[in-house]
């Protein structure tokens, strides 16, 4: 017996997993540029730092009900606080619990009010911010590697370029060419000593960059969406490794 989803229940769901991501997204970039010891502040920045992007992005879509969104997650932090001030609770306990508590409480406003839909934003910031999602939870993604600089092994550059080689819709022999020299590029990081072959890897990496540009202005191979996430997430992967190196 098969089970399918109700079309009423699939833009619910779809709704939901969009503001978890953004909600991550506002962790990565915001979460971390404060850390109040406060326990009131800290739950207060968290709240605001996934609710913002989150905000943002219900506006671009045109969702309704954005108030009440925010305050499902901002609620659970300000009831657990209160047990927190009776000395019942800890810190780490508040700020534990409100991750936890918000998820609920956002699926309480989904269900309620039905996915209620509105205009969507015609503001250009709104929309710029919008349009670039794929490049904003790229940076999101690394936007830690900054601070701890990260060199992938050079086997990644060929999983990535393999994505290009399995997955893509057109121009397998240029791609099975692009796999042959970052096969090349393996070899040679295996060969030369440890400090030219980190550099090797991030030229590796920028040229990939330069790559998921051709297709992105081309919208060839792969969606769009795609090469613009990797052409971010290589360049930046490329830009931190020569940073850390020089």
């Not at 905000?55 to 009440?68: C, S």
């Amino acid at each position: 017996m098969t089970t399918t989803v109700s079309p009423a229940v699939r833009p619910l769901v779809r709704h939901g997993a969009e503001m978890l991501v953004a909600m991550l997204v506002g962790m990565a970039l915001l979460g971390h540029l404060w850390t109040p010891e406060r326990v009131e502040l800290a739950a207060l920045w968290m709240a605001v730092s996934m609710s913002v992007p989150m905000a943002l992005w219900m506006r671009y879509r045109g969702h309704g009900r954005i108030f009440e969104m925010c305050a499902a997650m901002a609620v659970p932090y300000l009831v657990l606080l209160v047990p927190h001030w009776l000395g019942w609770l800890g810190a780490d306990e508040v700020m534990m619990g409100g991750h936890l508590l918000m998820l609920p409480a956002m699926a309480v406003v989904l269900v309620l009010f039905r996915h209620e839909h509105g205009v969507p934003s015609t503001n250009p910031v709104v929309r710029a911010l919008g349009d670039r999602w794929p490049a904003v939870i790229a940076l999101a993604i690394t936007f830690d590697f900054w601070q701890a600089h990260v060199v992938p092994p050079v086997w990644t550059l060929l999983v990535c370029q393999a994505v290009y080689l399995f997955c893509g819709r057109r121009a397998p022999r240029v791609q099975l060419v692009v796999f042959s020299l970052y096969a090349a590029l393996a070899v040679a990081v295996i060969m030369v000593s440890a400090s030219a072959g980190v550099v090797l890897i991030a030229l590796g990496w920028g040229a990939h960059a330069v790559w998921d540009l051709v297709h992105h202005v081309r919208d060839a191979v792969v969606p769009r969406w795609w090469s613009e996430f990797c052409g971010v997430f290589d360049l930046v992967i490329a830009a931190t490794i020569l940073i850390a190196w020089f």
